[in-house]
């Protein structure tokens, strides 16, 4: 029996060969010129999330258009953060024109992300970026100085960052006035203190007229001689019990020892150890005092 002549099967290779060439053709076509053209179409169709995926990729041969063209596609696509570093990389571009939009952009980028910040514990960050966004507009107006809109930012970043520390300082009072109503008075001055560099570094580098931030100072300074005061107080009235008590006055001495008043709370806060001296003042008065009744009732027996 005759077996049929065997032909191999070209298809396979054919096959490779097809998924050879559309592989070649894919890799030409995905270069960074070509994702630049990508990308820039993504982003005038509003597709931002595409857009950023291809303008990473021109980054590496156009690090200064495809870092700002990243920048633009990651602001619009809400990365606020990650178009400020963009911006940031295209600022090492030597056209000054690119360099002013870079500026105002970035500037636009940390403005948005202080949006986000909004807790007490975030006024300091959201401030930071406030100062830095006005740092960017100023150095975009030096660039273009006709630069119209720069110019509006910068007021707003400054009247943003101002607005920040304000409340920065005034969350620090507000906070000082809550410890010092539970009587915590040594936590409330340290935080009067804080209050009082904020109001000050307010008035001495962003805005010496500014007319809140200078009545909250004069708060913050009548509070804190409050509590330097309730400490010399309850030092003097225990110095002038002590000295009742030599001159056996023990009575007016007890009286003296046991008044309770707000500002002799504060200082036994301020000064623990001055709380200690008093109720051993105290405790060595009432001995005195309960020997003296002793022996008055032994008087009267008789």
């Avoid at 894919?26 to 053209?37: K, Y």
Wanted: net charge neutral; proline share 3%; glycine share 4%.
């Amino acid at each position: 029996m005759i077996l049929p002549t065997h032909r191999p099967n070209r298809r396979p290779t054919a096959i490779l060969l097809a998924l050879l060439a559309a592989i070649l053709c894919a890799r030409a076509e995905d270069t960074p010129r070509s994702s630049m053209r990508k990308g820039l179409k993504a982003y005038r169709a509003g597709d931002y999330t595409n857009a950023v995926g291809h303008l990473e990729k021109t980054v590496p041969e156009f690090p200064d258009i495809g870092s700002y063209n990243l920048g633009n596609a990651r602001f619009r696509a809400g990365d606020f953060e990650g178009a400020a570093e963009a911006y940031n990389e295209a600022l090492r571009s030597q056209d000054l024109a690119l360099q002013a939009k870079a500026y105002f952009n970035r500037g636009n980028a940390l403005l948005a992300r202080t949006t986000g910040l909004a807790g007490p514990e975030q006024i300091g960050l959201a401030s930071e970026l406030a100062f830095q966004a006005s740092d960017m507009f100023e150095k975009a107006i030096l660039l273009q100085p006709d630069d119209l809109a720069a110019k509006q930012n910068y007021e707003r970043a400054r009247r943003l960052w101002l607005k920040l520390e304000f409340n920065q300082g005034k969350w620090y009072y507000d906070h000082a006035e809550e410890l010092l109503k539970q009587y915590k008075a040594k936590d409330a001055q340290a935080h009067y203190r804080l209050a009082k560099k904020q109001f000050e570094h307010i008035l001495a580098d962003i805005e010496p007229t500014d007319s809140s931030a200078r009545q909250y100072l004069g708060q913050v300074r009548e509070r804190l001689q409050m509590l330097d005061l309730a400490v010399e107080a309850a030092e003097r009235d225990l110095a002038l019990a002590l000295k009742q008590i030599e001159d056996y006055q023990y009575m007016l001495a007890a009286k003296r020892l046991t008044t309770g008043t707000d500002e002799r709370k504060y200082a036994f806060d301020l000064k623990p150890d001055l709380e200690k001296r008093y109720e051993e003042t105290i405790q060595k008065n009432e001995d005195v005092l309960k020997i003296i009744q002793e022996l008055s009732n032994l008087n009267m027996v008789q």
